[in-house]
């Protein structure tokens, strides 16, 4: 398996653009993770999935951010509009079941809103 | 609230020596993780801890749990420069289990 794929690996906008951010997960991982890292508040967790199900969204700083998850093999973090504080470095994580193993990470979107 | 720290935060240390890093949490969690990240990289699994006592060891490193205490550690034996990264523990600090929260990360840097 070629791991968590995420695409853009950088993106460049202007504030007040739409960002999307794209994730294929592990094939056969059911649970499915959205991380921002940034030097100030290190990695936090925006939302995460069960079996394409949104299970917790509380750490979505706001309603400019949604996630979407459609099927088993895609998900997508957007941000509208996007804004300088938005700037940081988006994982997206993938695991097989609750907890027992570990969460495998994608290597990352870092974006930079000007 | 809920706190995970690690301790220290930034540590420097000579090819060949041994240190210990720290990962203090303030509830119950009965896991816990440690990951790697070197710079501009994306994060790699370490360790994955499930239960109190477990100990778990890859190389020259060496991770523990101690739910009771709410501590964990990471030793680093014969420390190598290749082992400079930052170092991250993590615990799914919920019922849910799914939940990970990160610690702040430690630095490390090994000098030749």
């Known amino acids: 398996d070629a791991g968590v794929i995420q695409s853009p690996r950088h993106e460049v906008t202007e504030m007040g653009q739409e960002v999307t951010l794209r994730c294929k997960p592990i094939s056969g991982h059911d649970y499915l993770f959205w991380y921002r890292q940034t030097m100030m508040r290190g990695l936090e967790l925006l939302i995460y999935?069960?079996?394409?199900?949104?299970?917790?969204d509380s750490g979505m700083p706001e309603d400019r951010f949604s996630a979407k998850m459609p099927n088993a093999s895609f998900s997508t973090l957007k941000i509208q509009p996007s804004e300088p504080r938005d700037s940081a470095v988006y994982f997206c994580?993938?695991?097989?079941?609750?907890?027992?193993?570990?969460?495998?990470f994608g290597q990352g979107t870092r974006l930079t809103v000007v | 609230e809920l706190k995970v720290e690690q301790n220290p935060l930034f540590l420097s240390m000579q090819e060949g020596k041994n240190y210990t890093i720290y990962c203090n949490y303030s509830?119950?969690?009965?896991?816990l993780y440690w990951y790697r990240q070197d710079p501009g990289k994306s994060l790699e699994s370490l360790f994955v801890?499930?239960?109190?006592?477990a100990v778990k060891q890859e190389g020259r490193l060496m991770a523990s749990l101690d739910t009771k205490a709410r501590l964990s550690t990471l030793h680093i034996t014969a420390a190598v420069h290749d082992l400079s990264a930052t170092y991250f523990c993590?615990?799914?600090?919920?019922?849910?289990?799914?939940?990970?929260?990160f610690g702040e990360g430690t630095q490390l840097t090994v000098n030749p």
């Open positions: 993590a615990g799914p600090f919920e019922t849910s289990g799914s939940r990970l929260t």
């Open positions: 801890l499930l239960s109190n006592g």
């Open positions: 509830t119950t969690s009965d896991r």
């Open positions: 994580a993938s695991s097989l079941g609750p907890g027992s193993r570990a969460a495998f």
């Open positions: 999935f069960n079996n394409n199900v949104p299970i917790d």
